[in-house]
């Protein structure tokens, strides 16, 4: 889900304009996972740019209401995910956690950092989703932990199949701010790509794992 498409294309403009999304289709960056891609998504950049991190902070804090209500807690997710949530937590006046990728091997072991409670409900701010994978994996500590998790808001989402169907399989609603269609139609309008560079995206964005490999 897409807050408003007005604020969507707002925050896809802003992603372009500082560079924290930056598009090659002809020079592909190649992902951790070797997956190469027309894409490169930094969204952390956005944290140095005052007005913009303020624009999406708001944004953020009017999704959480809007999609979820006020929660008790909000939690970040590292590493990405904990100046974001901090803030909207800051803008709400509500408590603020994050989860770890994973327990610390010292002191408590904690894979969750802050103070909370059992049956808490708790909205997951994360600055990006590609698989969902690292986001499903703090949501499913915060269930193990008893709390309630009402979803998970993030910046930015590739907008791939498979997200999809890890959130829907783990019963997790999600939105997201803006998403890599809001993005390439921003990008066309404000001539960051052309015509021709549009078919490759959206190529890409149907076959990420083979783009380009057979040609």
């Known amino acids: 889900m897409i807050l408003n498409n007005d604020k969507a294309l707002k925050v896809a403009e802003f ?3 500082i560079k924290a999304v930056k598009l090659q289709p002809n020079q592909p960056f190649t992902w951790a996972s070797g997956w190469k ?3 490169y998504c930094d969204n952390r950049i956005t944290l140095s ?11 953020y804090s009017e999704a959480v209401l809007e999609y979820f209500g006020k929660p008790d807690v909000i939690a970040g997710v590292a590493t990405g995910g904990i100046a974001q949530g901090a803030l909207v937590a800051q803008e709400l006046g509500l408590p603020f956690i994050y989860i770890r990728s994973s327990a610390k091997d010292h ?25 969902g994978g690292s986001s499903l994996k703090a949501i499913e500590a915060l269930k193990s932990a ?16 498979v997200a999809d169907e890890n959130f829907t399989n783990s019963a997790c609603p999600y939105v997201t701010l803006t998403n890599y269609d809001f993005l390439i139609e921003s990008a066309l309008e404000k001539n960051y790509i052309t ?12 076959k990420p794992d083979s783009w380009k490999q057979d040609k």
């Open 37 to 39: 891609s027309p894409i």
């Open 146 to 161: 008893g709390m309630d998790v009402k979803g998970l808001i993030a910046i930015f989402s590739y907008g791939f199949h």
């Open 15 to 17: 992603l372009l304009q």
């Open 195 to 206: 015509e021709k560079d549009l078919d490759s995206l959206r190529e890409w964005k149907e």
């Open 49 to 59: 740019f005052p007005n913009i991190r303020t624009f999406i902070r708001q944004a």
């Open 107 to 131: 002191g408590m072991g904690n894979q969750i950092e802050g103070y909370y409670e059992k049956g808490q409900k708790v909205v997951v701010i994360e600055d990006l989703i590609s698989t």
